[in-house]
């Protein structure tokens, strides 16, 4: 397959498959999303309206989100997507331009990053739109087929920006998100978590077979036994705000 390329205003065209984690293994890259995905990163199957990865940090649930937008642009047309995180910055740097993010591991379903407007062209059509966590009222006025929430835990008006983003997710024969997010005390992801519509796959970071054992040993041993390593590395749900 030719090398993609993507347009970055102050980058220049870049390719941007010439670097990246799969660089030292070419054919593993190859391989279809079903068969790189290690447990919890793959879509449950059943009539859910949500799907909430709920794992620890290095996961890998930013990879599973770009993977799930991946697949579905490419399984069907002209689909508007929401991109939400903390801040539109936070959308850009991690989900389009990092490490874990559309343009390093799946270049070949975007056609155009398109800056000045915070959107991701993708093949077939279809546009990802980013938005903030933090601005519920910029919802107004869109409607999407998908949305995909990344750390929803940790935006600041969560709920409003949920309720509002719900109204406008009302495209298609069966509207879907995707939130993906290490836990924390957060009463948009209580709601989320308690909504019989919502399939959750939960995971840790030692799970993640693709981080380094170094790292791996020393988050055991810094945080191995606490209270935010129960949280953070093993992704339990602290318990709700006020009940201790
Ligand atoms: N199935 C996979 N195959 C290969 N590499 C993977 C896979 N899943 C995750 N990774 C890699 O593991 C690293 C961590 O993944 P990712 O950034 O998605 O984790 P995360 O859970 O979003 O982390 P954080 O908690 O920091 O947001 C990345 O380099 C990512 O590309
Ligand atoms: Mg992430």
């Known amino acids: 397959m030719p090398a993609a390329r993507c347009s970055q205003p102050g980058f220049g065209v870049i390719s941007t498959d010439e670097e990246g984690p799969h660089e030292d293994r070419p054919d593993e890259a190859r391989k279809p999303w079903s068969q790189r995905a290690h ?5 449950p ?4 309206d949500t799907w909430l990865i709920l794992a620890g940090r290095g996961f890998g649930k930013t990879q599973a989100g770009v993977e799930w937008i991946a697949e579905q642009v490419l399984a069907r047309p002209n ?3 929401a991109l939400v995180s903390a801040t539109v910055e936070e959308a850009r740097d991690v989900m389009v331009l990092g490490i874990s993010g559309f343009l390093a591991l799946r270049p070949e379903v975007v056609e155009k990053w398109v800056p000045s407007r915070g959107e991701v062209h993708f093949v077939g059509g279809s546009i990802g739109k980013l938005f903030s966590g933090a601005n519920p009222e910029r919802f107004r006025g869109f409607q999407h087929h998908l949305a995909w929430c990344d750390e929803l835990a940790k935006w600041r008006k969560a709920m ?3 309720d509002n983003l719900q109204f406008g997710l009302r495209l298609g024969e069966h509207p879907k998100a995707l939130v993906t997010t290490t836990p924390a005390s957060s009463e948009a992801l209580e709601t989320i978590l308690a909504d019989r519509h919502t399939v959750v796959t939960r995971g840790t970071t030692f799970d993640n077979p693709h981080l380094p054992k170094r790292f791996l040993d020393k988050m055991l041993e810094l945080h191995g036994h606490t209270h935010k390593g129960r949280v953070e590395l093993y992704g339990e749900m602290p318990p709700p705000a006020g009940a201790l």
């Open 39 to 43: 447990d919890g990163q793959l879509e």
């Open 45 to 48: 199957g059943g009539d859910h």
């Open 79 to 81: 689909l508007r997507i």
């Open 160 to 162: 409003d920006s949920w």
